[in-house]
């Protein structure tokens, strides 16, 4: 990998080209099955995928894998799409469903039938699984397992025809009870399914099993390359049979597998995860705390962070734990160089500068990215009356507190020094204003700016400033690896601190007149946000994305 600068899947389609395989044609899938929406994991698989294709001049296609109508929606066929542009990529004409290939499987499965392949088990899914054996110890034949060939294709043929109910047949593949991969243990290729489908509708009433549909449709599509994840290692010699049963050898699609994308702190399993949505335990797939692809989208990552991260942990052949942290530095090493620099205060405290024209206004200019020159810059207002945030200020502060106390000098960011020079409080002690100074000769770009003071404070003016709310976003779940806690409910394990809404910060004109949904910003000395698409005309909602810096790490 060091040399080439390829993958190992990369390195082998670099060496399928050079030796001229099918054509010296590449051609890869992205397989989702439209249960639910994408997360972080499958955003491997689609850089894998389409990157392959993008590298090496092929073909990507993206083929919902709908076999199995009960769970699947026409909801996540679009969502799916909607995140795979997201992230940078395109299937061009390229898309396709499985269902597109009912027929031709159904066809094939008549024809297995036929050559005495297949047959009709009328056992229930217990006793098929009983039969089945162990690794060391060879299964038993069913009891079906010789019916004649007349009697299995009238009853598969009716089966489709829906005369029977859901769980009383099922087509098996006539293999190896024997053999030392289970998969071959006459594995099920069609069971009866009587929930409509989200496309075909009631046309079907049997529905092929993901190992006799998947080999099949990459053959029938033209695929190459078909790359999974490591558990399916154990299936690519089934996937060799049934497309051994249609190739007559100039073209074969290849199985290759490579590490699925585990995080700490987070769950990737579709049904938890559906879970956790089914039971509002967060608001929704798009919720900001979820590993999703909308999730990560609606809290503010960009599509760079994420690929990014997904580089940096590169693909093996080895099941690995990823650390969330890795994600989060990829995100704030994005946002750093992105995001536009804007001023807000998440618990204000006012400032009166006693020394200001009661009714001035002055404008100073600041810079949007000092990590980016053609970001440019906006106007901000000063004016006597500011907001800075409660914990910049103490009045009584320890040794090394460089920001403002009695006495003492801060700079405010972008515009004077200030001196403190008294504070208000109420009747019960809780200080309501700072009383300060400005030295005139101080303003940014003067001569006297240059003088030394220790501390920077970000500011808003309070007139001017907007009212917003702000979400505060922390780790899903209190556990490292909630997959791992086998004996505890995983909802047990949830952070109860992930979301803290703080109302009332201020943010500065400039980020009312500006944000979108999705544009990054950078609360200075704060964090990176973004606005919620909760928001309105009325009220701004920004969701924290990160913090500015790692928090957990000491
Ligand atoms: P689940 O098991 O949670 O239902 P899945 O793997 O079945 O998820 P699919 O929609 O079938 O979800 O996945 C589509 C593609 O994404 C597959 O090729 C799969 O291997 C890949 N994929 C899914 N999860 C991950 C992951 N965590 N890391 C890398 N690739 C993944
Ligand atoms: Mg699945
Ligand atoms: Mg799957």
């Given at each position: 990998?060091?040399?080439?600068?390829?993958?190992?899947?990369?390195?082998?389609v670099?060496?399928?080209i050079?030796?001229?395989?099918?054509?010296?044609?590449?051609?890869?899938?992205?397989?989702?099955?439209?249960?639910?929406?994408?997360?972080?994991?499958?955003?491997?698989?689609?850089?894998?995928?389409?990157?392959?294709?993008e590298?090496?001049?092929?073909?990507?296609?993206?083929?919902?894998d709908?076999?199995?109508?009960?769970?699947?929606?026409?909801?996540?066929?679009?969502?799916?799409?909607?995140?795979i542009?997201?992230?940078?990529?395109?299937?061009?004409?390229?898309?396709?469903?499985a269902?597109?290939y009912?027929?031709?499987?159904?066809?094939l499965?008549?024809?297995?039938?036929?050559?005495?392949?297949?047959?009709?088990?009328?056992?229930?899914?217990?006793?098929?699984?009983?039969?089945?054996?162990?690794?060391?110890?060879?299964?038993?034949?069913?009891p079906?397992?010789?019916?004649?060939?007349?009697?299995?294709?009238?009853?598969?043929?009716?089966?489709?025809?829906?005369?029977?109910?859901?769980?009383?047949?099922?087509?098996?593949a006539?293999?190896?009870?024997?053999?030392?991969?289970?998969?071959?243990?006459?594995?099920?290729?069609?069971?009866?399914?009587?929930?409509?489908?989200?496309?075909?509708?009631?046309k079907?009433?049997?529905?092929?099993?993901?190992?006799?549909?998947?080999?099949?449709?990459?053959?029938?599509?033209?695929?190459?390359?078909?790359?999974?994840?490591?558990?399916?290692?154990?299936?690519?010699?089934?996937?060799?049979?049934?497309?051994?049963?249609?190739?007559?050898?100039?073209?074969?699609?290849?199985?290759?597998?490579?590490?699925?994308?585990?995080?700490?702190?987070?769950?990737?399993?579709?049904?938890?995860?559906?879970q956790?949505?089914?039971?509002?335990?967060?608001?929704?797939?798009?919720d900001?705390?979820?590993?999703?692809?909308?999730?990560?989208?609606?809290?503010?990552?960009?599509?760079?962070?994420?690929?990014?991260?997904?580089?940096?942990i590169?693909y093996?052949?080895?099941?690995?734990?990823?650390?969330?942290?890795?994600?989060?530095?990829?995100?704030?090493?994005?946002?750093?160089?992105?995001a536009t620099?804007v001023?807000?205060?998440?618990?204000?405290?006012?400032?009166?500068?006693?020394?200001?024209?009661?009714?001035?206004?002055?404008?100073?200019?600041m810079?949007?990215?000092p990590?980016?020159?053609?970001?440019?810059?906006?106007?901000?207002?000063?004016?006597?009356?500011?907001?800075?945030?409660?914990?910049?200020?103490?009045?009584?502060?320890?040794?090394?507190?460089?920001?403002?106390?009695?006495?003492g000098?801060?700079?405010?960011?972008?515009?004077?020094?200030?001196?403190?020079?008294?504070?208000?409080?109420d009747?019960d002690?809780?200080?309501t204003?700072?009383?300060?100074?400005?030295?005139?000769?101080?303003?940014?770009?003067?001569?006297?700016?240059?003088r030394?003071?220790?501390g920077?404070?970000?500011?808003?003016?309070?007139?001017?400033?907007?009212?917003?709310?702000?979400?505060?976003?922390?780790?899903?779940?209190?556990?490292?690896n909630?997959?791992?806690?086998?004996?505890?409910?995983?909802?047990?394990?949830?952070n109860?601190?992930?979301?803290?809404v703080?109302?009332?910060?201020?943010?500065?004109?400039?980020?009312?007149?500006?944000?979108?949904?999705?544009?990054?910003?950078?609360?200075?000395?704060?964090?990176y946000?973004?606005?919620?698409?909760?928001?309105?005309?009325?009220?701004?909602?920004?969701?924290?994305?990160?913090?500015?810096?790692?928090?957990?790490?000491?």
């Open positions: 990998e060091e040399k080439t600068g390829l993958n190992f899947v990369e390195q082998i670099a060496d399928d050079k030796e001229g395989k099918n054509g010296g044609r590449v051609q890869t899938r992205f397989p989702p099955e439209p249960n639910g929406y994408l997360h972080i994991g499958h955003a491997k698989a689609i850089c894998m995928d389409f990157g392959i294709a590298k090496f001049g092929g073909k990507c296609f993206l083929r919902f709908d076999t199995n109508p009960i769970k699947e929606d026409t909801e996540y066929v679009d969502a799916i799409m909607e995140d542009h997201w992230l940078g990529f395109d299937w061009g004409d390229n898309l396709r469903y269902s597109d009912f027929q031709k499987l159904y066809d499965a008549e024809r297995l039938i036929k050559e005495g392949k297949a047959y009709v088990d009328h056992q229930t899914s217990e006793e098929i699984a009983r039969q089945k054996g162990t690794p060391t110890q060879a299964g038993v034949a069913s079906c397992r010789d019916r004649p060939v007349e009697e299995n294709l009238d009853l598969f043929r009716r089966m489709n025809a829906g005369e029977f109910d859901e769980g009383t047949y099922v087509l098996r006539k293999i190896d009870m024997a053999s030392p991969n289970m998969h071959f243990r006459d594995p099920i290729m069609y069971r009866i399914i009587k929930t409509p489908h989200h496309r075909t509708g009631t079907w009433n049997v529905y092929p099993m993901y190992d006799f549909a998947h080999g099949q449709s990459d053959f029938f599509e033209g695929v190459t390359h078909s790359i999974c994840t490591l558990e399916f290692v154990p299936h690519r010699p089934l996937y060799d049979y049934f497309v051994d049963e249609l190739t007559d050898g100039t073209y074969r699609p290849r199985q290759y597998e490579f590490n699925r994308l585990n995080l700490t702190y987070t769950v990737m399993s579709k049904r938890k995860l559906l956790l949505v089914k039971e509002g335990l967060v608001a929704g797939w798009d900001p705390r979820m590993p999703t692809i909308s999730g990560m989208r609606r809290r503010g990552f960009t599509p760079e962070s994420v690929k990014n991260f997904i580089n940096m590169g093996t052949k080895f099941e690995a734990l990823n650390s969330i942290s890795l994600l989060e530095h990829a995100v704030r090493d994005n946002l750093n160089q992105v620099r001023m807000a205060v998440m618990n204000p405290v006012k400032v009166v500068i006693t020394n200001y024209p009661e009714d001035k206004v002055e404008m100073v200019e810079e949007n990215n990590e980016d020159s053609a970001a440019g810059s906006h106007q901000m207002p000063f004016s006597r009356e500011i907001y800075i945030e409660r914990d910049d200020f103490m009045e009584n502060p320890p040794k090394k507190f460089f920001r403002l106390a009695p006495g000098e801060v700079r405010l960011k972008g515009a004077y020094i200030v001196m403190c020079t008294d504070v208000v409080k009747a002690g809780n200080i204003e700072i009383h300060c100074t400005y030295d005139p000769e101080t303003r940014s770009g003067m001569p006297g700016s240059m030394k003071v220790k920077t404070l970000h500011w808003v003016s309070a007139k001017h400033a907007v009212d917003a709310s702000a979400r505060l976003y922390d780790r899903l779940f209190a556990v490292e909630p997959a791992e806690e086998k004996d505890r409910d995983f909802r047990e394990l949830l109860p601190d992930s979301l803290k703080v109302d009332g910060i201020k943010v500065e004109p400039f980020v009312a007149e500006s944000a979108k949904v999705g544009m990054p910003l950078q609360f200075q000395r704060i964090g946000f973004t606005l919620d698409p909760d928001s309105d005309s009325s009220h701004m909602i920004f969701n924290r994305t990160m913090q500015l810096k790692d928090t957990w790490e000491k």
